[in-house]
């Protein structure tokens, strides 16, 4: 059986929720430091990063010296993030012409310092949001941004902690093992984990948990576009292709992007197209809105929505700065695109991601409903905790538990008091997992965890926003939480509960 995992680590990495600033502040210039010569080694950086963890439960650049700071961006090729404005939440270049002018002075400090030409060490300059990457080597660089009063955040680039990790578990444990969401195996489904409807499709045992059968006698989620970032569509499975509308799905589109840079080079910008190479993104476009098809196949949630995916990394891990701008990019798209009314993303990191955090927000005021998954990870994991970006104020994070009676969570899933909702994904007897199409023309998988527990749940809001279509983000939000278990209470684990998709049709 193949599992995905929503945060699935290489060797048994710690999940927590990043942090970010909630206040729209100026900024204080930080104090005078004495810099050194030599910088830390990576093993050094990530023991920085997991100390924090441990001791405050998140992490943010911000907390580090200016030494750290370079120190990790000369493990991650010399680039520097920075995210710019006059204050936190000043993200959008839309909202002012003073935006370009805060551009050029920091590239100037830059410039200067570093005694290099602009094109030298500007990588990119993002389109809608107040970002850039760019190179940086010189320890008194980092120091004098650092004093600039208009920059919001100065984030190592391309520093891949994961990898750090992975290499430092090894080293201490040989027999580690994990992997990052991907898979291409299938599954056949035990006659116990499906009922066959018309006109031949199978409905998985995890949608009569959530009444989700009885709720499409009243909506399908026609009318609703869902944007998915993931790791891309499979182009050998049609039902998620040229068969999207198969049996009762009938008369709508699905659109297929890709915005991932497969390179080591930082000035690629040359994408790898909208195709799934890793079979996780094709699992979450199932869950979420498979055709009802006449094929003896997984049925998905909303399975007369229309879907817009986009392949933004390779797997869920989001660690570099091809993947992390990948997925930036995806949001922005799903922001700008008018018909988009919700956005499903199982994938995450460690700690905040600076461009990824601003990408979440700038959807969020284009009134995106998103949902992101709480954190999935192996039995190496040692804490738990909500990841980013499920951590923000701006998501719904989600999580999946076993059957049963009582919330148990599932054997991979993160919990905690970000979490909004839950979803059945888990059998208590078998183990076995959500029914889904493969990455294969006419064959089945399961997949488990908080990704396909995140899928399902856009799934259910396209179902209510079909309902009602003048709904606000807030209403459709407001109704799925009426119909939460533990509504009008939230619990401190597992929010509002399971859904009942039926009653929130109603």
């Not at 920085?48 to 650049?61: T, V």
């Not at 919001?152 to 578990?169: A, D, H, L």
């Amino acid at each position: 059986m193949r599992k995905f995992y929503a945060i699935a680590l290489t060797a048994g990495v710690l999940f927590f929720a990043g942090c970010s600033r909630d206040d729209d502040q100026p900024m204080s210039e930080p104090q005078s430091e004495i810099l050194q010569s030599d910088p830390l080694s990576a093993q050094q950086i990530n023991r920085i990063i997991d100390d924090h963890i441990q001791n405050h439960g998140s992490f943010d650049w911000r907390n580090t010296n200016v030494h750290q700071l370079w120190s990790a961006s000369v493990h991650g090729d010399n680039i520097l993030s920075i995210g710019f404005g006059s204050t936190t939440n000043d993200y959008n270049r839309a909202t002012s012409q003073k935006h370009t002018v805060i551009q050029q002075e920091i590239l100037d400090i830059i410039m200067r310092y570093e005694e290099k030409s602009q094109e030298d060490i500007l990588i990119s300059a993002d389109e809608f949001l107040t970002t850039v990457d760019v190179v940086v080597t010189k320890q008194e660089t980092v120091a004098a941004l650092r004093k600039y009063d208009n920059i919001r955040y100065i984030e190592p680039g391309n520093y891949k902690y994961f990898s750090v990790r992975s290499s430092m578990q090894r080293s201490s444990d040989s027999s580690s093992s994990g992997g990052s969401g991907c898979g291409f195996e299938s599954s056949a489904l035990s006659s116990a984990d499906y009922t066959t409807i018309t006109p031949n499709a199978k409905a998985g045992w995890t949608l009569y948990q959530h009444n989700i059968p009885a709720a499409w006698n009243i909506s399908t989620g026609r009318n609703v576009t869902i944007g998915i970032i993931d790791t891309g569509i499979s182009p050998q499975q049609t039902l998620l292709g040229s068969n999207f509308n198969d049996g009762h799905s009938t008369g709508r589109t699905i659109q297929k992007y890709g915005t991932y840079v497969d390179s080591i080079w930082p000035w690629s910008t040359s994408t790898d197209g909208p195709a799934d190479q890793c079979g996780h993104g094709t699992s979450m476009a199932a869950a979420a809105a498979a055709p009802r098809n006449d094929n003896g196949l997984p049925v998905g949630v909303a399975y007369n929505a229309n879907l817009v995916t986009y392949r933004a990394a390779s797997n869920v891990v989001l660690d570099g700065l091809h993947e992390q701008n990948g997925v930036k990019n995806a949001l922005t798209a799903l922001g700008n695109n008018s018909s988009v009314k919700i956005i499903s993303m199982s994938m995450g990191h460690i700690f905040s991601v600076g461009k990824i955090s601003d990408g979440i927000k700038y959807a969020y005021g284009k009134g995106k409903l998103i949902f992101c998954a709480g954190g999935t990870s192996t039995s190496f994991t040692n804490f738990v905790g909500v990841i980013f970006p499920a951590s923000m104020a701006e998501t719904v994070a989600v999580t999946g538990i076993k059957e049963g009676a009582g919330y148990q969570v599932c054997d991979e899933c993160h919990s905690g008091g970000k979490i909004e909702f839950t979803v059945i994904m888990q059998r208590a007897a078998s183990g076995n997992k959500s029914p889904v199409l493969s990455y294969y023309d006419n064959q089945s998988d399961y997949v488990g965890g908080s990704s396909v527990a995140t899928a399902t749940t856009a799934g259910i809001a396209a179902l209510v926003w079909s309902k009602y279509p003048s709904w606000t983000r807030a209403q459709v939000l407001a109704r799925m939480r009426q119909s939460g278990s533990f509504y009008p209470n939230k619990n401190s684990s597992f929010g509002y509960g399971n859904i009942n998709a039926l009653t929130a049709v109603q």
